[in-house]
């Protein structure tokens, strides 16, 4: 504890942690570490600093203890090796997280695909029986943009002069929630469409029901993140 660099590790951790913490008392070991005068114990430390990191115990039963954080930084700092494994770990499990996220997201992209296509198929079937072409290529671009300015609030071409530097389209970028209400969209839409609804009447219905969704959706989100914290603290 009379190395400087770990006084600065154990007092960045108490700034970012304790409240109560005395800067003022850090700052002036931090500037006497390295001295050969200087000495430094932990409980020298939590009596000076009124640190919360580290807890020394006397008696039968006592030790010196330290937050998860710091101990792990002592185990690095004693052993290569173990910081070595630490640091593989890591990767993995942040390679494993990417790849659940990856794999969450692009599952959310295939049902939006699947669902557009009974969307377009319904589009032919309903209102491009007497179209050219040329006009059912134009009707398909027009109810997708229905809705994407139903979801996003903006049509195809708004979004790309937007983001000239961005490849691909808005839905490429749209969160998990997003997608999956998209989805909903198009299924619910080919449904209006059979039912002979004009495109007006399903804007608005088609509207309704990704805010109505969006908001359940988000409202499952912090709830999962509130229980993931209270585990988390516990």
């Not at 114990?41 to 000076?48: D, G, M, R, V």
């Not at 969307?119 to 027009?142: G, P, R, V």
Request: hydrophobic content about 35%.
């Amino acid at each position: 504890m009379r190395n400087r660099n770990t006084l600065e590790f154990i007092g960045l951790w108490e700034a970012l942690n304790n409240e109560n913490f005395n800067r003022v008392q850090f700052d002036t070991f931090r500037n006497e570490a390295g001295l050969n005068r200087f000495t430094m114990t932990p409980q020298k430390w939590i009596e000076s600093t009124n640190a919360i990191g580290i807890i020394a115990k006397a008696g039968r039963y006592g030790g010196t203890y330290a937050h998860y954080d710091i101990a792990m930084e002592f185990a690095s700092w004693l052993s290569p090796e173990f910081k070595l494994y630490i640091i593989q770990d890591y990767k993995r499990l942040k390679s494993d997280e990417n790849s659940r996220l990856s794999l969450g997201w692009n599952l959310n992209r295939e049902i939006s695909k699947i669902n557009y296509k009974i969307h377009t198929d319904a589009i032919k079937e309903y209102l491009l029986a007497d179209l050219t072409n040329e006009q059912l290529s134009y009707k398909y671009a027009s109810e997708a943009d229905m809705l994407n300015v139903a979801l996003f609030n903006k049509r195809a071409k708004q979004w790309r002069d937007e983001n000239p530097e961005l490849k691909g389209n808005m839905r490429d970028y749209a969160s998990l929630n997003e997608l999956l209400v998209l989805a909903n969209m198009e299924s619910y839409n080919a449904v209006l469409i059979s039912k002979g609804m004009e495109q007006k009447e399903r804007m608005i219905e088609l509207r309704k029901l990704a805010r109505t969704q969006l908001g359940s959706l988000e409202k499952l989100n912090s709830i999962g993140l509130k229980s993931l914290e209270d585990k988390t603290k516990k």
